[in-house]
């Protein structure tokens, strides 16, 4: 048994620094929303509010300089929340900091969460797989294989697939102005139960869920994440836009889809507008 002080000089002798937590595919994604404790912000003096706020400027640049970590600041529309914040990163141990920084970076009890969601980016498993589109294309276009027109047409859908999956598991987030989240979950009721369904029928259904999302490109950006065994639903959804006309038509018309209109249990809705910190600290009154 090592004495004490022997011990406290092998603590001290440590790494502090733990390994990182990186997923073995994708990155993590956390969505943070805050309540802003106004009599808790005025009990604090002109010179000890401006160093809150070039605090949390710093910190916003200081985790946006980090590797492959995106961070969006958020106002939120509604009353559910005040500000907003939309992670992500490669490793949990730099996200759970992160978290735990900007909840305190206005001070002790100014920003008080309301609501979070923990989820990890992803890849559909319904996506088109090569021997599926040279069927297609065979069925469709009567395209034959081994002909210089099916190899054209299979060499330009492999390379849209691959931008897609890249883009799905290490997306860019867009800087539209209108962000709405919400998580959903598949029902696993007695005559709905989605995972008792054969896959190709589940695939089939995703696909006609899929085209309807596809109308909206270029109006609005769409960024499924998988939650389960991570937080309370199966899935987080975050929808990009330029306004919110297409945000309620988008979600409007999935909801007469079969997938929606009999497997899918929705979350509470958030929206939020995008700013520079700069003015988004004018909008909150700060």
């Known amino acids: 048994m090592l004495d004490p002080i022997t011990a406290a000089t092998e603590v001290a002798s440590m790494d502090p620094t733990p390994a990182p937590l ?17 009599g808790q912000w005025q009990l604090l003096n002109s010179i000890e509010q ?108 492999r390379e849209r697939m691959k931008k897609y999956r890249h883009e799905r598991v290490y997306p860019t987030l867009p800087d539209w102005p209108v962000v709405c989240f919400y998580n959903m979950t598949k029902r696993r009721a007695d005559q709905h139960n989605w995972y008792s369904l054969p896959f190709e029928q589940r695939r089939t259904l995703m696909g006609g869920h899929a085209r309807v999302g596809r109308q909206y490109a270029g109006k609005v950006k769409q960024l ?11 899935w987080g959804v975050t929808l990009f836009a330029h306004d919110t006309f297409q945000v309620k038509a988008i979600v409007y018309q999935m909801r007469f889809d079969e997938v929606s209109a009999a497997y899918a249990d929705f979350g509470e809705f958030y929206i939020g507008i995008q700013l520079p910190l700069d003015e988004l600290f004018r909008r909150l009154q700060l």
């Not at 990186?22 to 106004?38: D, M, S, T, V």
């Open 50 to 157: 401006r160093d809150a706020k070039v605090a949390l400027s710093s910190l916003v640049q200081e985790i946006r300089a980090l590797p492959d970590t995106q961070l969006l600041t958020l106002s939120q529309v509604t009353p559910k929340a005040d500000l907003g914040f939309m992670l992500i990163t490669p490793d949990l141990h730099d996200m759970n900091r992160i978290e735990k920084q900007l909840t305190l970076s206005l001070g002790a009890d100014v920003l008080v969460p309301v609501y979070s969601y923990l989820s990890l980016t992803e890849e559909s498993e319904y996506t088109t797989t090569d021997e599926q589109y040279a069927a297609t294309l065979a069925s469709e276009q009567k395209l034959q294989p081994a002909t210089p027109e099916f190899e054209t047409a299979m060499n330009d859908f």
């Open 22 to 38: 990186i997923p073995q595919e994708g990155w993590h994604c956390l969505h943070l929303f805050y309540r802003i404790e106004y």
């Open 224 to 234: 499924i994440t998988g939650s389960t065994g991570l937080d309370d639903a199966e």
